[in-house]
């Protein structure tokens, strides 16, 4: 089992950059593979950015690729997700989410992710 603790979600204004911390903890933390996702009030969770199960690939969602990236610090056991020029359309509760599934390329479906830390508001005001 794997806890999972976001950190840095704030109130920010449009354009700003902001960069959410997600700090693993708990035995065999090797064997989870990360992401983030966001969720709004009313809406389902959906995928923001992950890593590949071995660690070497990393896929940002379409429409926010050249804004947000993903990385880690694997001494640490932490992963970021580093956002720049936010927008209003980006405020939302962002989680950090752990899954054992061994499949190539990146898992974007929330259910596949088992766990999940308690997530990180972000508001960005206009």
């Known amino acids: 089992q794997v806890q999972l603790v976001e950190s840095g979600g704030r109130l920010v204004q449009s354009g700003d950059s902001l960069t959410l911390s997600c700090a693993a903890s708990?035995?065999?933390?090797?064997?989870?593979?990360l992401g983030w996702f966001r969720q709004v009030p009313g809406s389902e969770r959906t995928f923001v950015a992950g890593?590949?199960?071995?660690?070497?690939?990393?896929y940002v969602t379409d429409s926010l690729k050249g804004r947000f990236t993903i990385s880690r610090d694997n001494a640490k056991n932490t992963v970021f997700l580093q956002m720049t020029n936010l927008k209003p359309e980006d405020t939302a509760v962002y989680y950090c989410?752990?899954?054992?599934?061994?499949?190539?390329?990146?898992?974007?479906?929330?259910?596949?992710?088992?766990?999940w830390g308690q997530g990180a508001q972000v508001t960005v005001s206009s």
């Open positions: 989410a752990g899954h054992e599934l061994d499949a190539p390329g990146v898992v974007t479906t929330p259910g596949i992710y088992r766990y």
């Open positions: 708990g035995r065999d933390v090797n064997r989870y593979t």
């Open positions: 890593f590949s199960r071995d660690g070497t690939g990393t």
